[in-house]
């Protein structure tokens, strides 16, 4: 099985800041990697797919990077609607494996 | 509006079974591959299944392997989980979600339905 490792596994950062989350995969998984924001008592909803194809109505602020086996998302300016948890998944391989969280925390 | 709706959670013994569900609508689901994730209380997400367009192409997580089954009706356009000999660490929400593109992202998910694994 692949394992995915996000780093680090919680962040406090402020409105305004620029914000990176790393995720490594145990063997390359091409660009087949997923970001997802998850937010207390709601489903995942999807941000990024492919390693950097932005979803659709996401806002720009969000970006991926990466291919092989490490992985960024980069949040370029942290609004309050963005303190959530957030999880990498590779789709190369089943089992579709999540990273453990990232949980991203007000200041 | 694409909507899943999950049914069919609730509390069961160790042993037990359970089927979930999960109707869709705002979308023909026979266009869709399909998953069901599962997320532990206060833990991280776990990918539990997939099923193909045509029931094809089945797979499964290591943990349930053998103790569910996934299935759809496209006619219905349902989703299910058949969940048997339950565990205590089955206990989670589960969560139906629609594969969006070749690139197996989840677009769209339900609202999840808690299973809770307990005498």
């Known amino acids: 099985d692949i394992q995915m490792t996000q780093s680090p596994s919680s962040l406090s950062a402020s409105v305004g800041d620029r914000v990176t989350i790393t995720c490594r995969a145990s063997?390359?998984?091409?660009?087949?990697l997923n970001w997802y924001q998850q937010k207390p008592g709601k489903a995942p909803k999807v941000l990024i797919y492919?390693?950097?194809s932005l979803q659709s109505g996401v806002p720009s602020r969000f970006s991926g990077s990466g291919s092989g086996t490490d992985f960024t998302l980069t949040i370029s300016s942290l609004q309050p609607e963005d303190f959530a948890t957030y999880y990498c998944?590779?789709?190369?391989?089943?089992?579709?494996?999540f990273g453990q969280g990232t949980k991203l925390e007000i200041k | 509006e694409v909507q899943l709706v999950e049914s069919g959670g609730g509390l069961v013994q160790p042993g037990g079974s359970l089927r979930l569900s999960c109707a869709a609508s705002?979308?023909?689901?026979?266009?869709?591959?399909m998953n069901w994730v599962r997320q532990a209380p206060g833990k991280g997400l776990e990918w539990v299944s997939y099923?193909?367009?045509?029931?094809?192409?089945?797979y499964y997580a290591d943990s349930v392997k053998g103790r569910f089954t996934i299935s759809r009706d496209n006619a219905k356009n349902s989703l299910y989980l058949q969940m048997n000999s339950l565990r205590d660490e089955d206990t989670a929400v589960y969560y139906c979600?629609?594969?969006?593109?070749?690139?197996?992202?989840?677009?769209?998910w339900g609202q999840g339905t808690l299973v809770t694994v307990s005498s």
């Open positions: 063997q390359s998984i091409s660009s087949y």
């Open positions: 099923i193909s367009i045509s029931s094809s192409t089945i």
């Open positions: 979600a629609r594969v969006s593109s070749a690139w197996y992202e989840l677009d769209y």
């Open positions: 492919a390693a950097f």
């Open positions: 705002g979308f023909t689901l026979n266009y869709y591959n």
């Open positions: 998944q590779q789709s190369y391989s089943t089992p579709y494996t």
